[in-house]
């Protein structure tokens, strides 16, 4: 099962909108309802930010919003701050009964 | 307070074996769906098992089927991953997450440092 695609960076100003893109196949992120995406800071362990494309945990900023059109998964941030800088990872289940991870993007606020 | 507190991890040669053992504090760990995750040195995320509540189902990864197994033991709130014939390239530190619901993993331990080297 290969890694879904994510851009390697990311870069924004304070204040600005960015979003990371992940693309699956028709064997993945097409066909199933179950994308999440994580935030990870380097040393702590990773942050469910989404789950089921489009839902929010509680306690997680509605400064995250996702989406999913076709095969590919988007994670849009909006408002940046400083303390978003981290990586981000986006995850589905597989018609494989399998589980896979984006290979991760580098957001970098400016 | 939900924590998952992993353990086990360690230096061993290639072919070795190695036990994970992930302990499960401040929830039902019964009524939950868990995973195994490791990230390499300087690599991504990637899953390794998913083992579902009551064991009705366990997948693995391409990477590791064959050679880690994983198991639950509800009474004991703890969750396991024993690894054999271990390779160079299974050196990775090695996350228990719960899902919420399926594949969506709102818990992460702090992780266990797993080195595969002669």
């Known amino acids: 099962q290969s890694a879904l695609t994510q851009p390697a960076s990311v870069s924004g100003s304070p204040g600005q909108s960015i979003t990371i893109s992940c693309t699956g196949t028709s064997s993945d992120v097409s066909d199933y309802k179950y994308v999440s995406w994580y935030q990870l800071h380097p040393g702590k362990a990773p942050k469910l930010l989404i789950y089921d494309v489009i839902n929010r945990p509680s306690g997680v900023s509605n400064r995250f919003s996702a989406s999913k059109s076709g095969n590919t998964a988007s994670l849009t941030i909006s408002g940046l701050q400083a303390e978003d800088e981290a990586d981000y990872y986006c995850s589905t289940y597989t018609a494989s009964r399998t589980r896979v991870f984006g290979g991760g993007t580098k957001l970098t606020v400016l | 307070e939900v924590q998952l507190v992993e353990s086990g991890g360690g230096l061993v040669q290639p072919g070795g074996s190695l036990r994970l053992s992930c302990a499960a504090s401040g929830f039902t760990f019964s009524n939950h769906n868990m995973n195994w995750v490791r990230q390499a040195p300087g690599k991504g995320l990637e899953w390794v098992s998913y083992?579902?509540?009551?064991?009705?189902?366990?997948y693995y990864g391409d990477s590791v089927r064959g050679r880690f197994t994983v198991s639950r033991d509800d009474a004991k709130n703890s969750m396991y991953l024993q690894m054999n014939s271990l390779r160079v390239e299974d050196t990775a530190l090695y996350y228990c997450?719960?899902?919420?619901?399926?594949?969506?993993?709102?818990?992460w331990g702090q992780g266990t440092l797993v080195t595969v080297s002669s």
């Open positions: 997450a719960r899902d919420l619901h399926y594949y969506d993993s709102d818990y």
């Open positions: 083992i579902s509540r009551s064991s009705g189902a366990i």
